[in-house]
């Protein structure tokens, strides 16, 4: 895990120029593109300053072997049926940080505070450095003072605030660099979530364990009488014995949880004053249930954000529900939904993939287009001129970046924190 990336040294650039997007990665002829918009004071946009983006702009570019490169395990999405070779690339946000993760290395950016970097210090990092301190990754998930990962062998490495418990080592300090999480769980881990104050993991056998904050909402899943830490934190992994049922992915809301088994099915769990659970009624649960009206839906992806979520189903349809005061469940109205409800202004479109930030949704369609809708006070949805709430989904337009005849824009992950978003974005049509 500590190991340098020095077989990787040929392919990897561990610098990045302010003036221009440097090329970070060289193992091919196909450009791809990280971009980011909206607020960056702590230099999450990782463009050299304190800034703020109306529009997505270059953040980096990749030259890989093939124009789509495969996503890595993504939390709360279910794996591909079919397992394909090929190099990863994935993007994640934190509240005010960012990462980049190819082919198992990976580059870190913004707020330092608390070690979250995972650079050895808690100094901010203004445009992409490579973490010499990680590798063999599949999965990294950035969290509000803390971050989490996964190897390819099935380890978990956390590291940065540990106040509320969120890194699972059993103690309430900091963590400057990435450290092993030893979890009572037999054989590997398999999937991983974080969120602002709790951290969920998955093994291959589809047992959850939980860990971080839990105020008695009871988004652990493990009670209703909150951890015995600071703020109801709970800093040693258990495994949630409520959960009837083997889960493949898992989603951390800011106060409540989403697992999601292999057949589609959404159980939730925790706070619930804005019908973050989508049961219908508004009362707290730390038992993990069924979402009743998904019974008969097989879900592909759940997402959560602040107080809301979306479901992606295998049609290519977006639910929301939760909270709706930012517009960020994507309907006419602005106001809460106690249940799913499938996002008419999406109908149009087959989704592909989803993801929320704390109270900003985003969906990316079959074709590579990107639509966003909700908080837009720090252009944050990449359009600018928009009112601080946009309820509906809006399209995300790209510069031609100097190019006369550029190739159609086709956006492959997303990626939201606090005020910011980044996309990966490719050029290149593949030959039907």
């Known amino acids: 895990m500590f190991r340098h990336l020095l077989p990787l040294r040929r392919r990897f650039s561990t610098s990045a120029a302010s003036n221009a997007a440097p090329t970070l990665y ?3 002829s196909n450009p ?9 004071a702590s230099g999450q946009l990782g463009g050299g300053k304190e800034e703020r983006r109306l529009y997505p702009s270059p953040v980096a570019h990749l030259l890989l072997p093939d124009p789509y490169p495969l996503l890595p395990p993504t939390p709360g999405r279910l794996p591909a049926a079919a397992e394909t070779s090929g190099l990863e690339v994935g ?3 934190g509240l005010f940080h960012s990462a980049l993760l190819v082919d198992g290395g990976t580059w870190v950016w913004g707020k330092g505070d608390g070690g979250r970097l995972g650079l050895g210090d808690e100094s901010s990092a203004f445009v992409p450095r490579a973490n010499p301190n990680l590798s063999d990754l599949r999965v990294l998930a950035l969290g509000g003072i803390h971050s989490a990962s996964l190897t390819a062998s099935g380890d978990v490495f956390t590291w940065g605030y540990g106040g509320f ?3 699972g080592h059993y103690v309430y300090h900091r963590e400057l660099l990435p450290k092993k999480v030893n979890g009572p769980w037999e054989g590997k881990i398999s999937h991983i979530a974080t969120s602002g104050a709790h951290t969920a993991a998955i093994t291959d056998s589809g047992e959850l364990y939980t860990w971080g904050r839990d105020e008695g909402d009871g988004r652990l899943g493990l009670g209703s009488g909150g951890g015995p830490g600071e703020a109801g934190s709970l800093s040693v992994p258990s495994k949630v014995n409520a959960l009837p049922v083997p889960v493949a992915a898992v989603a951390c809301g800011g106060f409540f949880t989403i697992a999601l088994t292999s057949e589609g099915q959404l159980w939730s769990w925790g706070a619930n004053s804005n019908f973050e659970l989508g049961r219908g009624s508004n009362s707290s649960d730390w038992r993990p249930q069924l979402v009743p009206s998904l019974k008969n839906i097989r879900v592909v992806q759940v997402a959560c954000g602040g107080y809301h979520s979306l479901a992606l189903t295998d049609e290519g349809e977006v639910l929301s529900w939760g909270h709706g005061g930012h517009g960020q469940l994507g309907h006419p109205a602005i106001q809460n939904h106690r249940v799913p409800l499938a996002i ?3 109908s149009g479109e087959r989704i592909v993939y989803i993801a929320c930030g704390g109270s900003t949704s985003a969906a990316i369609s079959d074709k590579g ?7 837009a006070r720090d252009c944050q949805l990449g359009v600018p001129d928009l009112p601080e709430v946009q309820p509906l989904p809006v399209k995300v337009n790209f510069l031609a970046d100097g190019d006369e005849d550029p190739s159609p824009p086709h956006v492959i992950s997303v990626a939201i924190g606090a005020s910011h978003a980044m996309c990966l974005l490719s050029r290149q049509k593949i030959e039907k």
């Open 91 to 93: 993007i994640s946000c």
């Open 26 to 28: 060289s193992g091919g």
């Open 32 to 40: 791809v593109s990280i971009l980011s918009w909206g607020r960056g």
């Open 369 to 375: 287009d990107l639509y966003m809708w909700g908080n």
């Open 165 to 167: 418990g969120a890194l």
């Open 344 to 346: 008419k202004a999406l």
